[in-house]
Nanobody
Framework: QVQMVESGGGLVQAGGSLRLSCAASGRSFSRDTMGWFRQAPGKERECVAAMNWGGRTYYADSVKGRFTISRDNAKNMVYLQMNSLKPEDTAVYYC?????????????????????WGQGTQVTVSS
């Protein structure tokens, strides 16, 4: 059974940091693009960061310079380090995998392009 499980969310003050983790299992993700998405109440799900198999990254303009995506293929883990958090970062954060990306140059960022999803972890940033 393919599973992706996020952890590390919580309540943090503005300016603080959190590190999200995603444990993936059930298949090989080594050639997938791994992405982090977030969804706030009443808002559409958006990609905040992604990394392909070769280490190429994408960051949403709103998080550039503050968030860093990383992965450990040997452990089937993907991480999102979030620094200088702002109240507008408050959302449920999801990890996801796009398995149709090995032959691509440009990372895909639309939610409907991703094939496997975790259940999400809540991040709340207080002002």
């Amino acid at each position: 059974q393919v599973q992706m499980v996020e952890s590390g969310g919580g309540l943090v003050q503005a300016g603080g940091s959190l590190r999200l983790s995603c444990a993936a299992s059930g298949r090989s993700f080594s050639r997938d693009t791994m992405g982090w998405f977030r969804q706030a109440p009443g808002k559409e799900r958006e990609c905040v960061a992604a990394m392909n198999w070769g280490g190429r990254t994408y960051y949403a303009d709103s998080v550039k310079g503050r968030f860093t995506i990383s992965r450990d293929n040997a452990k089937n883990m993907v991480y999102l380090q979030m620094n200088s958090l702002k109240p507008e970062d408050t959302a449920v954060y999801y990890c996801a995998a796009d398995d149709d990306t090995f032959n691509r140059v440009v990372l895909r960022t639309r939610p409907n392009e991703y094939d496997y999803w975790g259940q999400g972890t809540q991040v709340t940033v207080s002002s």
